[in-house]
T-cell receptor, first 116, second 109 residues
Framework: NAGVTQTPKFQVLKTGQSMTLQCAQD?????MYWYRQDPGMGLRLIYY???????DKGEVPNGYNVSRLNKREFSLRLESAAPSQTSVYFC???????????????FGAGSRLTVL | RKEVEQDPGPFNVPEGATVAFNCTYS??????FFWYRQDCRKEPKLLMS???SGNEDGRFTAQLNRASQYISLLIRDSKLSDSATYLC??????????FGKGTMLLVSP
């Protein structure tokens, strides 16, 4: 019963390097999300995919790109990493949209990224 | 008013105490409300949804006040294991949720 799996768990990058965070869920959820969490800032939405084949910007999309590869997988790419992108990144999924009374987010364990 | 606002705490309480957290939200059109719990260096996990009529789950009670745009979480008979950060969550539009910055609770022996 894996739920939401993120890789890698830890990564150190140099400024300007690129990388992709991978996320997969095995709950047959329609919606997937990428959040970042910084001290004092709480969780902020980067991008989301309400359903397979769609992606939308969240609150802080600059410097990131996403791909909803299929219903299970939603990846987050940093094309040219910057120190400001040092953060903990969480992937999440939910069965349906946020206004549904049945909507609950299930999070992955997080990916800790440091950009030097 | 910020979209979702919480007192960051920390709330320091002894075991067995009752503690309450409030959270205010700015969007009067919000329809879904939740409390999530986040342990140190872990992912957030759903604690409970908040319904208009209020709801209870064991030692935890959640209330919604639409007129004043706040939700509350009451924890009775606090346990050491309740030590965590409690996140208030409100829907923003159809597909996204907005998280508060969290309230830290520390329960001591």
């Amino acid at each position: 019963n894996a739920g939401v799996t993120q890789t890698p768990k830890f990564q150190v990058l140099k400024t300007g390097q690129s990388m992709t965070l991978q996320c997969a869920q095995d709950m047959n959820h329609n919606s997937m999300y990428w959040y970042r969490q910084d001290p004092g800032m709480g969780l902020r939405l980067i991008y989301y995919s309400a359903s397979e084949g769609t992606t939308d910007k969240g609150e802080v999309p600059n410097g990131y790109n996403v791909s909803r590869l299929n219903k299970r997988e939603f990846s987050l790419r940093l094309e040219s990493a910057a120190p400001s992108q040092t953060s903990v990144y969480f992937c999440a999924s939910s069965e349906m949209g946020a206004t549904s009374g049945a909507n609950v987010l299930t999070f992955g364990a997080g990916s800790r990224l440091t950009v030097l | 008013r910020k979209e979702v606002e919480q007192d960051p705490g920390p709330f320091n309480v002894p075991e067995g105490a009752t503690v309450a957290f409030n959270c205010t939200y700015s969007n009067s059109a919000s329809q879904s409300f939740f409390w999530y719990r986040q342990d140190c260096r872990k992912e957030p996990k759903l604690l409970m949804s908040v319904y208009s009529s209020g709801n209870e789950d064991g030692r935890f009670t959640a209330q919604l006040n639409r007129a004043s745009q706040y939700i509350s979480l009451l924890i009775r008979d606090s346990k050491l294991s309740d030590s965590a950060t409690y996140l208030c969550v409100v829907n923003k539009g159809y597909s996204t949720l907005t998280f508060g910055k969290g309230t830290m609770l520390l329960v001591s022996p």
